[in-house]
């Protein structure tokens, strides 16, 4: 089976540029989450979705960055205007609520902001 | 507040040596409680879990971890590293937020085998 698919792997763009990042979560996992992990805050959870619906959003750093999740099996994850402090790794994960809380990650979005 | 600490960051050990990486969770509940391993530049990968029942679960990789509630604690083990074991590894407790299921991770610990 598929797992959770991220693109673009690795993005590299200007300070000021619209970013687009995109998960195609786990087929039948009905809840997704979007991660930033950097060196110096390690993982943090920006937004999470539960049946496409945010359920909590109060980790996304500041208005710049806004998420959806149009349907079951597509989230994205955009950043306008993009700054160097934007620059980290971005995860998406996938789980089954009603589980026991597992999370599958995807191979990440390396974002890098000139 | 949940929350986990790893109190390693960096842990060196030589190939063959055993290994125990510590995980300190805070949890009001009975705690989902995972480990993560992440190697570069990929995503994170389960190498085990608990939920209930016994208290020492065992992994993928020959990765074990024991829960002791007492003392809030879950730390990993592994008898004998091997040099593909060179990772970073986070520990991680499920979290009931308004009757949905989050993880909470630790800032991760590390590791560097040596030959």
């Known amino acids: 089976d598929a797992g959770v698919i991220q693109s673009p792997r690795h993005e590299v763009t200007e300070m000021g540029q619209e970013v687009t990042l995109r998960c195609k979560p786990i087929?039948?996992?009905?809840?997704l989450f979007w991660y930033r992990q950097t060196m110096m805050r390690g993982l943090e959870l920006l937004i999470y979705?539960?049946?496409?619906?945010?359920?909590?959003d109060s980790g996304m750093p500041e208005d710049r960055f806004s998420a959806k999740m149009p349907n079951a099996s597509f989230s994205t994850l955009k950043i306008q205007p993009s700054e160097p402090r934007d620059s980290a790794v971005y995860f998406c994960?996938?789980?089954?609520?009603?589980?026991?809380?597992?999370?599958?990650f995807g191979e990440g979005s390396r974002l890098t902001v000139l | 507040a949940q929350s986990v600490t790893q109190p390693d960051i960096h842990i060196t050990v030589s190939e063959g040596a055993s290994l125990e990486l510590r995980c300190n969770y805070s949890?009001?509940?009975?705690?989902?409680l995972f480990w993560y391993v992440q190697s570069p530049g990929q995503g994170l990968q389960l190498l085990l879990k608990?939920?209930?029942?016994?208290?020492l679960v065992q992994g993928i990789k020959g990765f074990e971890a024991e829960f002791k509630r007492s003392q809030s604690s879950f730390n990993l083990r592994k008898p004998s590293v091997h040099w593909s074991d060179a990772a970073e590894y986070f520990c991680a407790v499920g979290a009931a937020a308004g009757g949905y299921n989050k993880l909470i991770f630790g800032a991760g610990t590390r590791l560097a085998v040596h030959p």
């Open positions: 608990y939920f209930s029942g016994d208290t």
């Open positions: 087929s039948g996992h009905n809840s």
């Open positions: 949890y009001g509940a009975t705690p989902y």
């Open positions: 979705f539960n049946n496409n619906v945010p359920i909590d």
């Open positions: 994960a996938s789980s089954f609520q009603g589980g026991t809380g597992e999370l599958f």
